[in-house]
């Protein structure tokens, strides 16, 4: 609250703050900072950066309990290591290429839906073996749910994955496409930092809201929270640049 406080007031006060960190010697720091908020469209920008992964986060914060309470735990190992970081990569990988070939105003609303579709997938998983995770939750020797059913939750596990590394490849290239060449480390810095702020907040709400609604009713609502900034998309800047080299 403190964090999402202070970006409210330097973004009301940059030019009084700015000035002030001038007159203490550091105007390396402060240029490098306030080059970064002072831009158009920065409260979209800001607002897309902190909220674009809050559903995907709750939904990986789940994920593990999820399987344990399925009654699979023994099968997360192999499900997220050998099949969800291959996925992963491949996802990151194809996102990339998507980009590149028909650019990012083309492509960021179907890879960022494919990212948060995944939230229905697994809600649909939690309604479809519900038996199981009632029967399961707490129980140190839980019932099979059968090979099919396995098979059913590493398809949709491979397909998270594909879909996150999309979402990955989408948030790092507009992040790549904010900084100024004099200030590279800085902006990228600062743009992946607001970008795990509501992972903190997800990652804590998750449990509890899972608790009190079901998994999937939880799932359900972690992709309605990600609609909001799927919104401000039609806000943010997403004009290919001029000079392509200057993202290298």
């Known amino acids: 609250m403190l964090l999402a406080g202070g970006l409210i007031i330097i973004g009301a006060q940059r030019k009084k703050i700015e000035q002030w960190l001038h007159s203490k010697g550091n105007p390396f720091f402060s240029e490098a900072f306030f080059s970064f908020m002072d831009r158009d469209k920065i409260g979209p920008i800001l607002a897309f950066i902190v909220l674009i992964r809050t559903g995907e986060y709750m939904l990986s914060s789940m994920v593990a309990p999820f399987m344990v309470d399925l009654g ?36 960021i609303w179907p890879l960022l839906l494919a990212q948060n579709f995944t939230n229905l997938t697994y809600m649909f998983l939690a309604l479809k073996l519900e038996a199981f995770i009632q029967i399961n939750t707490g129980n140190p020797d839980p019932a099979v749910i059968g090979p099919e059913n396995i098979l059913m939750v590493a398809c949709i596990h491979a397909f998270d994955q ?87």
């Not at 290591?81 to 194809?94: C, W």
């Not at 999309?166 to 810095?189: C, E, N, Q, S």
């Open 72 to 107: 699979i735990e023994k099968h997360y190992g192999w499900i997220s290591s050998g099949v969800g970081l291959p996925f992963s990569i491949i996802g990151a990988m194809l996102g990339g290429w998507f980009i590149s070939k028909y650019s990012l105003r083309k492509m």
């Open 162 to 248: 594909l879909a996150g590394g999309f979402g990955t490849a989408v948030l790092m290239i507009f992040l790549m496409r904010l900084y100024r060449p004099r200030f590279k480390a800085a902006h990228y810095a600062i743009g992946t930092g607001l970008m795990s702020f509501s992972g903190l907040y997800a990652g804590v709400l998750s449990g509890f809201l899972a608790s009190w609604a079901g998994y999937d009713y939880f799932f359900g609502i972690s992709f309605l929270l990600s609609l909001p900034a799927l919104g401000l998309i039609l806000f943010i800047p997403l004009a290919e640049p001029k000079n392509k080299e200057a993202l290298r």
